[in-house]
């Protein structure tokens, strides 16, 4: 969700150009149904699992995607099709290195977290103790606040001004500048949005705190004492050809994604990996190797608002529930990138996605390698029985359903969306985020082509839609038609 987890699941990028509607992210989760254990033999796994890649490759059209799925002391898929550049013909790999976006916040967040342990950070510390020439308005922003996404600071991602700067490198005091003005977007714990501004500043507040450069310092702690050999910060450019190439749809086609500077994304989004070792880091995270039980718990814990009410978000970390089974999940997009990646605690199951393509989310596809895994059938595209074309919607109802309305989102705050044509696509886009097209499935019913659980429905009266219903997960948030 960069940095938003997945497009209307934020979670976060997590895209940089804002691809994924954030604040959504805390209403995402899998489906639950009786309790059960993954059992699935690693080569009948290997075969589904190979099948659903190529099926994702083939819908998505994105050049190449690598995996790992990984059960205890069991590898039951671990590899990478397609292309890792295009242009160059070079075939993806399990060690290609790809730009993993928001997934970066973990990292971040447990780096705060051994300074905690360390008695160097406190959580309820007071940002301006780190940042003082960030003007907080008389207001206190925590530590917490920032980790959890609560500060009430405003997301720097979407300034139109910052979106002017993709090819200057930047300083993390640079990019926190273009919301030094702007006003909160709520009170400090009093509600929860995804905010790429927090993570920056606590890439700040662990170089103050620390005495070391970020990337320096998560290399020292992390990367090296856990061996996480390709695992860093990534490079702004490189000719290395252990890294994937970066693409987005064009207008006719696959393209070259428009180039970002890695010193913007900074402790938000800006490291690079292989699935082989974000599967091995997250085993030692949850293993007790990185952080303590207690600070690992905090992370990957739903954490609460200042009135008590929980928020589907930990540390860096989204904590959900499969098959009565905890997960600790996050996704993450960035300009030529989408991740995605499970960890499942009670069967040490791990899964993890990257793609070299900023179009279509990898989410679906892990959410299916971690349902065949346990026995279950993948859901969506290329996973189910082609059906029946759904019935064509009139122009009437069209009109009637284009406007502008107001989801009522869990936390307290709200997210503007409207609906509105592209020639004949029928478009839906929250407020600040960019436009993602909507697919008439019947009965005032939408669905989305990167989530197929995603539904919106629009309830009429007297031929004009006056509320629209999002569903996901299971829950569902109203949003009446704006005035």
Known sequence: MFWLPAPFVTNSIKIMRATYLAGLAMIAGLSTASAQHSTIARDAYRLRADSLVYTYLAESHAPSAAFAVIRGNDTLAYGAYGLADVDAQRPATATTIYEIGSITKQFTSAAIMKLVEQGRVRLDDDLSKYIPQFPLQGKKVTIRQLLNHTSGIHSYTSSPEWSKTWNDALSPDAIIKFVAADTFDFAPGSAWRYNNTGYVMLGMVIEKASGQKYAKYLDAQFFKPLGLRQTSYCPSHTADPTFATGYSKGPTGTVRAKFLDLSHPFAAGALCSTVGDLAKWERALAAGKVVSPASYALMSTADTLNTGRKINYGFGLEPGMFHEHKTVSHTGGIPGFATAETYVPDDSLTVVVFTNYDSETPQGLAQNLLRIAYGDAPVGKGAAP?????????????????????????????????????????????????????????????????????????????????KVTLLQGGVKVDGPRAP
């Open 386 to 466: 082609v059906q029946a074309a759904a019935p064509a919607l009139s122009t009437a109802d069209r009109d009637a359903i284009i406007g502008n309305y107001t989801l009522q989102l869990p936390g307290g705050q709200t997210l503007p969306i409207k609906f509105f044509l592209d020639g004949t696509r029928l478009m839906a886009q929250a407020q600040g985020q960019d436009a993602n097209e909507i697919r008439y499935l019947g009965n005032y019913e939408f669905g989305v082509a990167f989530d197929p659980a995603l539904r919106f429905t629009f309830t009429m009266d007297g031929g004009k839609a006056t």
